[in-house]
């Protein structure tokens, strides 16, 4: 038996899907080096504990359904899972560490999702170190840093704002890349940033799903800005030798079928990951722009993003002509299957940092969508930084919509993002094998767990 299986981690993931499965990630991989792992979950969006038979699960009661959760919108639950969860959370902590000492290994350090902010102060408390998981990229992060300075100089956007201006100290972000106030509620962001800011700091390290080859000089930017080591592991999920689905929703593997069946590079695959919602306006346009597009594409409606969750159901014969002629739409797809499927030319994306490190990994050029949050970021240094992908510029629209497919899948400019998109997953390949730099900084996050007495 490894010796590490003496040591046991508390693992807290937020239960948004693209942050559970940053985590369910993380736990397969320190799994893998010795560690036993514990998951302590919410009752809002509970993990399948038969995709991870190694490990063990508890949950806490946070009090939220699934009803109250749909009318809150992504910042106010939020802001609620940090106010309802951090007394049960404190609770099951206090239980496991006083019940050491029995059958179960003890706790080497608690490594809860960023996004909470009552995590560090509870474990100081309880005395158990803890560490975070980052699971947007290291540039929203320093955003997030000089989020204060953005505000003073006047460049934060009220939400909807499209502001083409420059943000001169921050080249090449625009305004409306900076996540933006909602008018109704101003101080929610501002709060959501300074409690990111602060568990950041009051961890002993960061745990951070990108690499040194693509955000160098933002993580040199993040080790100045604070005193604790960062630990950029990315893309995590290359390092899990197998990737079962953290989701509720169960994946429509048929769709690998219909790709076997398409001309290499030829397919646009459109997902905008587990939150983003369009009205129904919107996805009759995606559609048209799709057909009219003339390449072949998959695409996941998954229920609830389109405001009314009954409405592909109700409305067959706008998909009709999809289902039977050139494109393919799914609930739910095994998407980093499908990003390393041949037959994928290009990613129509939200630009949801996983979804963005996924295409990274398998060198498909995106088309840009970001909807709220780090995306519009994230997005930014898609197009504009690393230059492997493109926005969809000019709207929703159908006429913007078959352009911008045409100009990734049939357009020389589409060839020259493909060349540097594979010069990117080169840089992510290397980056975590045996040596590379995010191999070594796992090794260097599993001996800074062990340093803890
Ligand atoms: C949210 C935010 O939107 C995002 O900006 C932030 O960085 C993380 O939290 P989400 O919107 O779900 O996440 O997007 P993303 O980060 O891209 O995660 C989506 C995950 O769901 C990806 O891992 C993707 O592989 C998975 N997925 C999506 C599937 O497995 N199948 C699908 O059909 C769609």
């Known amino acids: 038996m490894n010796p590490r299986n003496n040591h046991r981690l508390i693992l807290f993931p937020h239960p948004f899907q693209g942050h559970m499965n940053s985590m369910s ?61 951090a007394v049960p959370f404190e609770e099951c902590l206090r239980e496991m560490v006083s019940s050491q000492g029995g059958d179960a290994a003890p706790i080497a350090c608690l490594i809860a999702d960023s996004l909470f902010s009552f995590t560090c102060s509870v474990a100081q408390r309880l005395k158990v170190h803890a560490l975070v998981l980052r699971t947007g990229g290291a540039v929203y992060l320093y955003v997030a840093t000089i989020f204060p300075v953005l505000k003073e100089k006047g460049y934060i956007p009220v939400l909807g704002s499209q502001s083409e201006e420059a943000v001169k100290e ?75 689905s953290s989701s509720s929703q169960e994946e429509d593997r048929k769709c690998i079928s219909w790709l076997d069946k398409q001309p290499p590079k030829s397919v646009i695959y459109v997902s905008f990951g587990s939150l983003a919602a369009v009205s129904e306006a919107e996805m009759l346009e995606i559609a048209l722009g799709l057909a009219d597009s003339e390449q072949p594409f998959l695409w996941v409606v998954r229920p609830g993003s389109v405001r009314d969750p009954e409405w592909l159901e109700k409305s067959p014969s706008h998909f009709l002509w999809a289902l039977e002629g050139r494109g393919k739409i799914v609930k739910w797809a095994p998407q980093k299957e499908v990003l390393a499927h041949p037959a994928v030319g290009a990613f129509w994306t939200h630009s949801g940092w996983n979804s963005t490190l996924e295409s990274i990994s398998e060198g498909v050029p995106m088309l840009c969508m970001p909807r709220f949050s780090d995306q519009g970021v994230n997005a930014r240094y898609v197009s504009d930084v690393w230059r492997i992908g493109v926005h969809l510029n000019g709207g929703l629209e159908r006429e913007n919509i ?31 094998r045996q040596g ?4 070594q900084a796992l090794d260097a996050l599993v001996s800074h767990i062990l340093s803890f007495k």
């Open 436 to 439: 590379g730099p995010s191999y």
């Open 170 to 244: 921050f080249p090449p972000l625009l305004v409306k890349d900076i996540p933006a106030v909602d008018p109704q509620k101003p101080e929610v962001i501002f709060r959501i940033l300074d409690n990111l800011i602060a568990v950041t700091r009051d961890s002993s390290g960061v745990i951070i799903n990108t690499f040194d080859g693509l955000e160098h000089s933002d993580l040199a930017s993040l080790r100045e800005v604070f005193s604790v080591p960062f630990f950029p592991i990315g893309p995590s999920h290359k390092f899990c030798v197998t990737s079962p």
């Open 25 to 85: 990630q993380l736990g397969q991989i320190l799994y893998a080096r010795g560690f036993s792992i514990t998951i302590v979950h919410t009752n809002f969006n509970v993990p399948d504990p038969s995709s991870h038979p190694h490990f063990t699960f508890r949950s806490i009661a946070d009090g939220i359904d699934q009803s109250e959760a749909s009318t809150l919108g992504t910042r106010g639950l939020i802001a609620l899972l940090d106010v309802r969860c």
């Open 402 to 432: 078959a352009r911008a497919v045409k100009r990734l899948l049939a357009e020389r400019e589409g060839e020259e993002i493909r060349e540097r998109a594979l010069v990117l997953k080169e840089k992510a390949s290397v980056s975590v």
